[in-house]
Nanobody
Framework: QVQLRESGGGSVQAGGSLRLSCAAS????????IVWFRQAPGKEREGVAL????????YYADSVKGRFTISKDNAKNTVDLHLNTLEPEDTAMYYC???????????????????WGQGILVTVSK
């Protein structure tokens, strides 16, 4: 079993920045890749950023490319999402997950088992 826990959300004005952190615990050796998702009210869930545990590559959805950066610290079992130049349209619940299958930016994230964090709210005001 793996537990994922997000932290760092909150409220910010447009143009501002936030850093979200995802801490993994448990049997983390089984995690191959992590995806940050978000879901805005009334909208479908969207995968926004992908990072691999053992490959130094990152991938992003077009909606956040150039504004968001995903990073990892394998020693601490954390994956961060740096949100810059935030827009009101970025308001959403953000989740870190180890999905069994997700395509982000033409790359595939695949894990044997699927795990999700509880989510954290990001609110961007005009």
């Amino acid at each position: 079993q793996v537990q994922l826990r997000e932290s760092g959300g909150g409220s910010v004005q447009a143009g501002g920045s936030l850093r979200l952190s995802c801490a993994a615990s448990g049997d983390t050796d089984n995690i191959n890749c992590i995806v940050w998702f978000r879901q805005a009210p009334g909208k479908e869930r969207e995968g926004v950023a992908l990072i691999y545990r053992n490959i130094e590559e990152t991938y992003y959805a077009d909606s956040v490319k150039g504004r968001f950066t995903i990073s990892k610290d394998n020693a601490k079992n954390t994956v961060d999402l740096h949100l810059n130049t935030l827009e009101p349209e970025d308001t959403a619940m953000y989740y870190c997950a180890a999905p069994t299958y997700k395509m982000i930016g033409g790359a595939r994230c695949s894990n044997m088992n699927e795990y999700w964090g509880q989510g954290i709210l990001v609110t961007v005001s005009k």
